[in-house]
């Protein structure tokens, strides 16, 4: 008999050329995340986020049939503290409070991450799966990929971010579509909505990712980084507050190394070399 896998074997970390790689290994259960699983990819974002050498983050996923299938409920969750007699099993505020320090802080971990990061979808992502995915930077899909925003199949409300993800890439009369009626999503139609990047055979779909990956690590990681700042907040700011972001944000950019190197090649007329500080 074998012990079953640590979050270490089934969530998986590599450091290559600048690109950690993030990997759930966890085929056989339609690679949905434990607790432990969830807190740990969390870990590593916030890890590869701080980590100079990191300039390019893929998340992936094992097999070819599920990218991540939400929540695994019956995986092990962190214990709580005691509850005194006669208390229930399920007090008032555990389910927020479940969510505020699981899910939403995943999420969180991917959107503020200072580095870009592309999803690879190779199959499903549904629930929090399909949640993942709109928290990417880029994302590519496998032509036989698909997205569903399952939760209302289950009786409950879309959670992980979903709610406040969606409607900003797709307008909230699609959103409200795709949620209400929980349809599956086909690739193709994710690329229409504006969902994915790009969408590519299921044996091209590493070879895109790669290439797309070594692009982003060879780029001014800071100017990203301040770039994707930028984007994500402008959804949420008038233009005046936008235009005091934009312009503290070139002042700080100044700083950088690779703005040096940037005008230094301009100037001599040759190709960059990025250093991602």
Same mark, same amino acid.
């Given at each position: 008999?074998?012990d079953?896998?640590?979050?270490?074997?089934l969530?998986t970390?590599?450091?290559?050329?600048?690109?950690?790689? @993030?990997?759930?290994n966890?085929a056989?259960?339609?690679?949905s995340?434990t607790?432990?699983?969830?807190?740990r990819?969390?870990? =590593?974002?916030e890890?590869a986020s701080?980590?100079l050498?990191?300039?390019?983050?893929? !998340?992936?996923?094992?097999?070819?049939?599920?990218?991540?299938?939400?929540?695994?409920?019956?995986?092990p969750?962190p214990p709580?503290?005691?509850?005194p007699d006669?208390a229930?099993?399920? *007090?008032m505020?555990d389910?927020?409070?479940?969510?505020?320090?699981?899910w939403?802080?995943?999420?969180?971990?991917i =959107?503020?991450?200072?580095?870009?990061?592309?999803?690879? @979808?190779?199959?499903?992502?549904?629930?929090?799966?399909?949640?993942l995915?709109?928290?990417?930077?880029l994302?590519?899909?496998? %032509?036989?990929?698909? =997205? @569903? %925003?399952? #939760?209302v199949?289950?009786?409950?409300?879309?959670?992980?971010?979903?709610?406040?993800?969606l409607?900003?890439i797709?307008?909230?009369h @699609? $959103?409200?579509? !795709?949620m209400?009626?929980?349809?599956?999503?086909?690739?193709?139609?994710c690329?229409e909505?504006g969902?994915?990047?790009?969408?590519v055979?299921?044996?091209?779909?590493?070879?895109?990712?790669?290439?797309?990956? $070594?692009? !982003?690590a060879? *780029?001014p990681?800071? $100017?990203?980084?301040?770039?994707?700042? !930028?984007?994500?907040?402008? =959804?949420e700011s008038?233009?005046?507050?936008?235009f %005091?972001?934009?312009?503290?944000?070139?002042?700080?950019l100044?700083?950088?190394?690779?703005f040096?190197?940037?005008?230094s090649?301009?100037r001599?007329?040759?190709?960059?070399? #990025?250093?991602?500080?």
């Open positions: 008999m074998t079953d896998p640590t979050p270490e074997e969530i970390y590599d450091n290559d050329g600048g690109v950690a790689t @993030v990997t759930i966890a056989r259960s339609g690679n995340l607790g432990p699983m969830r807190d990819i969390t870990e =590593l974002m890890w701080a980590d050498s990191v300039r390019c983050v893929v !998340l992936a996923a094992e097999g070819d049939r599920h990218f991540c299938t939400g929540a695994n409920l019956g995986g969750q709580g503290p005691p509850r006669g229930p099993q399920r *007090a505020g389910a927020a409070r479940l969510i505020r320090r699981g939403q802080r995943l999420i969180a971990s =959107l503020d991450c200072e580095k870009p990061v592309v999803a690879a @979808v190779n199959g499903t992502a549904a629930g929090g799966g399909a949640q995915v709109l928290a990417c930077d994302v590519v899909m496998a %032509e036989s990929a698909k =997205l @569903v %925003e399952v #939760f199949r289950r009786g409950i409300i879309p959670d992980a971010g979903g709610a406040y993800l409607p900003r797709v307008g909230t @699609v $959103a409200k579509e !795709l209400f009626l929980a349809d599956d999503v086909s690739a193709p139609r690329a909505l969902i994915a990047n790009r969408v055979p299921a044996d091209a779909l590493a070879a895109e990712v790669d290439a797309l990956a $070594a692009r !982003l060879t *780029a990681t800071r $100017a990203l980084a301040l770039t994707k700042g !930028l984007i994500n907040r402008s =959804l008038g233009r005046h507050a936008a %005091e972001d934009e312009a503290a944000a070139q002042d700080w100044t700083a950088s190394s690779d040096d190197e940037g005008i090649a301009f001599e007329r040759r190709d960059p070399e #990025f250093r991602g500080w």
